[in-house]
T-cell receptor, first 114, second 111 residues
């Protein structure tokens, strides 16, 4: 199993450009989510999905779109990049078993918006 | 507002000492409380977790203490080692689909 994979690893965008961060998992997990990590802020939830065709907003959804057409993939779209979106982005997938939850994170995408 | 408050922001401990990180939450809908460990350049990895019906959970040198009435929980690292130097995040699950993180504690263990 590859686990949770993210591409690209690094990206530089200019203000106003759009792009899609890719996330895929091969563990057949129903739940997937996107976080951004900024110094002193911890990880903040952007969007999440409880299954194919279902998405919902997290703590900081503005400026981002997601879709979940398959169980495996959960891409994050930046519609019009802004310097405030400079961050490290983590995708995660998770499952529940017997009332316990396990969440696995990808290696991250470091995004710089100039 | 920060739903899960974590302190301290940074912690320096000598090898062999005890590292203690504290977290507090407000939302009683949280029903599972994990701790994550993150090394530079890597994603967070699950370290240990606890349910609110248990007051303490121990795995090796790592222990979670949970106080449901105070809505607080803490991570204790016994016999801290330089290899434990990392950033630690407490977190809280809500309804199996939303994991909310604290702001993180950078732990440095010196020989």
């Amino acid at each position: 199993n590859a686990g949770v994979t993210q591409t690209p690893k690094f990206q530089v965008l200019k203000t106003g450009q759009s792009m899609t961060l890719q996330c895929a998992q091969d563990m057949n997990h129903e739940y997937m989510s996107w976080y951004r990590q900024d110094p002193g802020m911890g990880l903040r939830l952007i969007h999440y999905s409880v299954g194919a065709g279902i998405t919902d907003q997290g703590e900081v959804p503005n400026g981002y779109n997601v879709s979940r057409s398959t169980t495996e993939d959960f891409p994050l779209r930046l519609l019009s990049a802004a310097p405030s979106q400079t961050s490290v982005y983590f995708c995660a997938s998770s499952y529940e078993t017997g009332g316990y939850y396990e969440q696995y994170f990808g290696p991250g995408t470091r995004l710089t918006v100039t | 507002q920060q739903q899960v408050k974590q302190s301290p922001q940074s912690l320096i401990v000598q090898k062999g000492g005890i590292s203690i990180i504290n977290c507090a939450y407000e939302n009683t809908a949280f029903d599972y409380f994990p701790w994550y460990q993150q090394f530079p350049g890597k994603g967070p990895a699950l370290l240990i977790a606890i349910r609110p019906d248990v007051s303490e959970k121990k795995e090796g040198r790592f222990t979670i203490s949970f106080n449901k009435s105070a809505k607080q929980f803490s991570l204790h690292i016994m016999d801290s080692q330089p290899g434990d130097s990392a950033t630690y995040f407490c977190a809280a699950w809500k309804n199996t689909d939303k994991l909310i993180f604290g702001t993180g504690t950078r732990l440095q263990v010196f020989p």
